[in-house]
């Protein structure tokens, strides 16, 4: 066992996570579902309910609570930069989810296109990452698609460069996908996408909870993710290069500022939940620092060490430690569901190939509904997913749009090997 596997101790992880002692039937219930949204520690849940019974108040009062209020907004927005690798919290903006933001922004470039500008989108995307660029053909934007190969579910990149051209403005991706877990390179991306002129716009919802992000060793141009999928509470999140965030034509109010963020940031914030999300990044740097190593990939033997690497350094270290556990139950639990008769799982498979996954699983079961599959484990107080999950085109690509989709297993880092375990018999017992 490497030693920051030994040193994850997830009883001390899920001790932080107050719903998952939820029982059903006398069994704590196993949340497989992360994917959909994950559960919210207690730092998470105390700072919003301090926040309201201290210091609720909207901003620009001459009064101590909304003087708090303007405070907590600085550290949260400079928190979220330091959680993707940004230099500044004014590339931050915050905003109801990541679809809401993703629209704000496409309009916004749909303001700057000319007829026959194109865009390119890709069919592993979630739809939040792909209606609203083809909201832009109203503008006279060309649509092009990166199909997938459906045999591991991953980009046909050469079909990326045969789309690319002096026309393209803005091309779309994932970071993972929500539905077959698949990690794109997306660097590679960058580079091919940069030898155009066009922008990279980086959908980093499921990678965010999985994942350390980097956006400048991505070399994105935009990215974002929603605290809701990563431990924090609903909202979305965009990080975007400060001369585009600055210079774009956002649509705000007139009185509201030219500046960053507030120009993208439309009307009041749900200021309870940003103070649940500083709680939710403050559950982190614990992680990183109690369950962590240091950057580079070395072992941060210290808690010291880890200590003094300050926020942004504590965040990696977090998720770090986190890839690390997580690989190790994918295997696990791509090994339980082979072990299932008439069960297929869509996406990459192989044990050698487990750095390009993350550990959310698409299969479906000969014989069952991928409803029936998750009413099933729901009863026994396993939750999982059934459908596309918004995956639109992935499952109408590989064929699976007229029979329910798939049934999705989406663990996190709270989830455990004891519940990959009661997952599998149960899928055993269903297939009988
Ligand atoms: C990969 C991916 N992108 C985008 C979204 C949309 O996110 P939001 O609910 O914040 O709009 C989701 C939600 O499931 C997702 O998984």
Not at 66 to 87: K, R
Not at 391 to 398: F, G, K, M, Q, S
Not at 408 to 421: K, M
């Amino acid at each position: 066992m490497s030693l920051t596997a030994a040193r994850y101790d997830v009883a001390a992880i899920r001790a932080h996570f107050p719903s998952l002692a939820r029982e059903l039937d006398g069994r704590p219930i196993a949340y497989l579902d992360g994917p959909a949204g994950t559960q919210v520690p207690l730092e998470c849940i105390d700072a919003i309910a301090a926040y309201l019974r201290t210091s609720n108040a909207n901003l620009h009062g001459h009064f101590a609570t909304s003087a708090e209020t303007e405070s907590m907004l600085q550290d949260v927005h400079a928190a979220g930069a330091d959680f993707v690798g940004a230099t500044s919290g004014e590339e931050i903006a915050f905003g109801a989810n990541m679809t809401t933001l993703t629209f704000a922004v496409s309009r916004a470039i749909g303001r700057t296109l000319s007829p026959g500008d194109e865009i390119v989108v890709t069919r592993l995307d979630h739809d939040g990452n792909v209606a609203p660029w083809l909201a832009l053909e109203e503008r006279g934007a060309v649509i092009r698609w990166v199909e997938i190969q459906p045999d591991d579910c991953t980009l046909d990149l050469d079909g990326l460069a045969a789309v690319l051209g002096p026309r393209t403005r803005v091309v779309a991706i994932g970071m993972a996908s929500n539905a077959v877990g698949t990690i794109n390179p997306v660097r590679r991306i960058a580079d091919m996408v940069h030898t155009t002129g066009a922008r990279l716009w980086v959908d980093a919802v499921h990678a965010a909870p999985h994942l350390p992000i980097d956006v400048v060793s991505l070399d994105a141009d935009y990215l974002v993710c929603s605290p809701y999928k990563f431990y924090g509470p609903h909202l979305g999140m965009l990080w975007g290069r400060r001369g585009l965030l600055e210079t774009l034509p956002a649509y705000k109010v007139r009185p509201a500022p030219d500046e960053l963020p507030g120009r993208w940031e439309t009307g009041t914030q749900s200021h309870e939940a940003l103070a649940g999300l500083l709680g939710t990044f403050r559950y982190l740097e614990w992680l990183g620092v109690a369950q962590g190593r240091a950057t580079g990939g070395q072992e941060a033997a210290d808690h010291g060490r880890a200590s003094r690497m300050g926020r942004a350094g504590r965040l990696r270290a977090a998720l770090g430690a986190i890839r690390d556990y997580e690989r190790n139950m994918t295997l696990a639990l791509l090994e339980g569901l082979a072990s299932i008769s008439g069960l297929a799982v869509h996406g990459i498979t192989e044990p050698e190939r487990v750095d390009e996954r993350c550990p959310t699983v698409g299969f479906t079961m000969a014989g069952h509904a991928p409803a029936e599959i998750a009413a099933f484990l729901g009863a026994r107080g396993i939750a999982t997913w059934d459908g596309d999950y918004y995956a639109h085109e992935l499952i109408r690509a590989i064929g699976l749009a007229e029979t329910g989709g798939m049934l999705r297993v989406g663990l996190v880092h709270y989830n455990t090997v004891a519940e990959i375990d009661r997952l599998v018999e149960a899928l055993q017992e269903l297939a009988g």
